[in-house]
């Protein structure tokens, strides 16, 4: 049962949230706006912020496999959970617990800075993966690019959160002093990058599972983009976002190598931009579900990639 539980809620994937917001938050905004200074309040919040950022996620999950069972049973039935080994009661109350206790914990975090954006930035990500499991889910690409997004305000949430500290003085709290314009353009402009990242990449697995899943999508009526326009103008779709997503990676190699940051370039064509290249290929080849699902896979390795070149910015700031 607890093995049921922690497949429903998706633990590899609320491992990767964890990853890519205490990288981005220890290799980039952290050395960034006090290098050299352990400030253990803000460390202590933003903990909490993961954890926030993990039970929504996990709540998510949840309800998502809570209304597709049937769609699942077609597409997905050996790795079905609700209902098989957790009864949808079940499964409802842990949604509503698991994403309580992530709003909870946001509203705290903006009751202790005033930062009131992080408490109702979680009810509206609670409230969007509801009308996405419910709605939006079976609509063409609405569901894709709300996935996307979330995504990607998984990155955007750690900028607003450690901002707010170098731009406010809070009564009670050790607190840096606020940081200069070049360090605030310099971390925004990383906080857009990784988070276009996100959602782009974001994006292209979406299409990419509803490739997948276009037989269980279409026998329940969802209006998925291979379904609407067929699977060959998704593939197009798709592989005009994997070229755009490429071509904007090889533009920041060049300004890599004015900084001299070789390693990083290396990494990043071998692990990040040669797979990208190799997924194009094998996208115009792919023909069944089995073939997607594998690719849906080289696309989450690459954004496991992606994440994991943050080390980078504290190897060359160390």
Known sequence: MIGAFFRLIRYQNLIFIGITQCLFYFCILYPAVHPGEFFSDELALFILLVLSSIFIAAG???INDYFDLNIDQVNKPKRIVVEKLIHRRWAIIWHWLLSTAGVVMGFYISFVTRNWL???SNVACVLLLWVYSTTFKKKLLSGNIII???TAWVVFVVFFFI???SSNSIPGWRLHGAVDNAVHRRTMRLTFLYGGFAFVISLIREVIKDMEDIEGDARYGCKTMPIVWGVPVAKVFTGVWL????????A???YAMYLGWWWSILYCTLFIMVPLLWI?????VAAVAAD???LSGAVKFVMLTGILSMLFFKLYHS
Do not use: E, N, P, W
């Open 280 to 284: 194009t290929r094998k996208l115009y």
């Open 60 to 62: 998510g999950y949840v």
């Open 243 to 250: 070229m755009v997503l490429t071509g904007s990676l090889l």
């Open 252 to 254: 920041i190699q060049f």
């Open 163 to 165: 901002d707010h500290f």
């Open 118 to 120: 992080i408490g109702f």
């Open 292 to 294: 997607f699902a594998y």
């Open 148 to 150: 996307s997004l979330l």
